[in-house]
């Protein structure tokens, strides 16, 4: 099993629309959670991060974390086809070795 | 410079050839990553630099693989003998770590595309 566990999709979703993306965890040591974006043949840039469970929005972006349930989500809420791209989650510990443990990535595409 | 730059951005090589990959981090980044990304792949873990040391190498694939950081600064990755397998695009990032007050981002170059043929 993997430590992070992320659907690969493709999703396809029309203008507009909410979206959903979700990575299940093992690790329970994991503290700090961060979502990438990463267009095509670039390197990931950072969306979203977070240390804490609960929400956390910025703008059309919203980062969900449930540690019980080692369960994170982003949400995108009006979501345009410039928001096509593949969204990845990482997680790492806050003490020891810094080493970020990446989901598969999600590939969205959001359809005009 | 103002990111992390990473060359070759595209390298083919036959098969049993040395490659050696370079990164550039974002100067005062004192933590440095390599990792793999292969078609459809998420990333994978090879390496972690904290200054010139790696406390974590679990992710090197073989011993063919190796990687250097000298002055806090540049990072190398040598690939030896390459196999088709070794065919992906190799990203390299660096940060300043949580520890040491920094949010932890990684700030990734645009890759170096390995295609052993």
């Known amino acids: 099993q993997k430590e992070v566990e992320q659907d690969p999709g493709p999703l396809s979703v029309p203008e507009g629309a909410i979206v959903s993306l979700n990575c299940t965890y093992s690790?329970?040591?994991?503290?700090?959670f961060m979502w990438y974006r990463q267009y095509s043949r670039k390197g990931p840039e950072l969306l979203m991060y977070?240390?804490?469970?609960g929400n956390k929005e910025d703008g059309r972006f919203t980062a969900q974390v449930d540690k019980s349930s080692k369960y994170i989500s982003l949400f995108i809420r009006d979501s345009q086809p410039s928001d096509s791209a593949t969204y990845l989650c990482a997680m790492t510990m806050t003490s020891g070795t810094y080493k970020y443990i990446f989901g598969t990535g999600t590939r969205l595409k959001v359809l005009a | 410079g103002a990111g992390v730059s990473q060359s070759p951005s595209n390298k083919v090589t036959e098969k049993g050839k040395d490659v050696e990959l370079r990164c550039d981090p974002i100067?005062?980044?004192?933590?440095l990553y390599w990792y793999r990304q292969s078609l459809g792949q998420g990333l994978e873990f090879l390496i972690y630099f904290q200054g010139n040391s790696a406390p974590d190498k679990s992710g090197l694939p073989s011993d063919r693989f190796s990687a250097e950081r000298t002055g806090g600064s540049v990072s190398t990755l040598t690939i030896q003998r390459t196999q088709q397998e070794d065919s992906a695009v190799y990203l390299c990032a660096s940060s300043l770590v949580l520890a040491s007050g920094g949010t932890g981002e990684l700030f990734f170059g645009e890759g170096s595309r390995l295609t052993v043929l």
């Open positions: 977070t240390y804490s469970s």
């Open positions: 690790n329970s040591a994991f503290q700090y």
């Open positions: 100067s005062g980044h004192t933590a």
